[in-house]
């Protein structure tokens, strides 16, 4: 596709529930980021991807969290026994190269609601 | 610190004028400084972006001005459109990591 591919766009599950968030980065693009928006907050990092390793995870908030890229390009993020606060909009986005020579490219996003 | 500090929260212009927003840093090891633009339900999109060594930088009617020592950026969109209406982030870059303001919402009023 054109841009970064998302899905679902919306998500509602119950508390304790099990969550599997999905990112299709531009095509070609070796660097893949997570990011996640709470309601009428800019983004906080969670994770990055250089090819198929996460280059830095300092961002998951707990060990709920996990990403997985396996094969450089598709990736999952994770998230165990939910929890109210874990509601947000979830962004992934993609960058050519990573660093700062190439700009991100952000997908519309993943909005859960954890009832 | 990772902090990065946006204002003003809100903005209303007459369409024709100049939109300035704000955004201090504290990190001296940020090199980085992107502004993006965001519309309702989609995901925030470059705007601009500045790195440390050069003090303004201007693209069509949007300009950011970087002040190094006062730790310092703004965005200037000059001859502000109804069009440029949009929640507005600007982000600070260190180690692959941006850390980005809390937004400006824009409104241009005609």
């Known amino acids: 596709g054109a841009g970064v591919s998302q899905t679902p766009s919306n998500k509602v599950t119950e508390k304790g529930k099990y969550v599997e968030l999905r990112c299709d980065p531009i095509s070609g693009h070796t660097a893949l980021y997570w990011y996640r928006q709470s309601l009428g907050q800019g983004p906080e990092f969670l994770i990055y991807f250089q090819g198929t390793g996460a280059a830095d995870d300092s961002g998951l908030p707990n060990d709920r969290f996990f990403a997985v890229r396996p094969e450089g390009s598709v990736s999952t993020l994770k998230i165990q026994r939910t929890e109210r606060g874990d509601s947000a909009v979830y962004l992934c986005?993609?960058?050519?190269?990573?660093?700062?020579?190439?700009?991100?490219?952000f997908g519309e996003g993943s909005r859960l609601t954890v009832l | 610190q990772q902090q990065v500090k946006q204002s003003p929260q809100s903005l209303i212009v007459q369409k024709g004028g100049i939109s300035i927003i704000n955004c201090a840093y504290e990190n001296t090891a940020f090199d980085y400084f992107p502004w993006y633009q965001q519309f309702p339900g989609k995901g925030p999109a470059l705007l601009i972006a500045i790195r440390p060594d050069v003090s303004e930088k201007k693209e069509g009617r949007f300009t950011i001005s970087f002040n190094k020592s006062a730790k310092q950026f703004s965005l200037h969109i000059m001859d502000s459109q109804p069009g440029d209406s949009a929640t507005y982030f600007c982000a600070a870059g260190g180690n692959e990591k941006l850390t980005f303001g809390t937004g400006t919402r824009l409104t241009i009023i005609p």
């Open positions: 986005a993609s960058s050519p190269t990573g660093g700062w020579a190439g700009e991100l490219f």
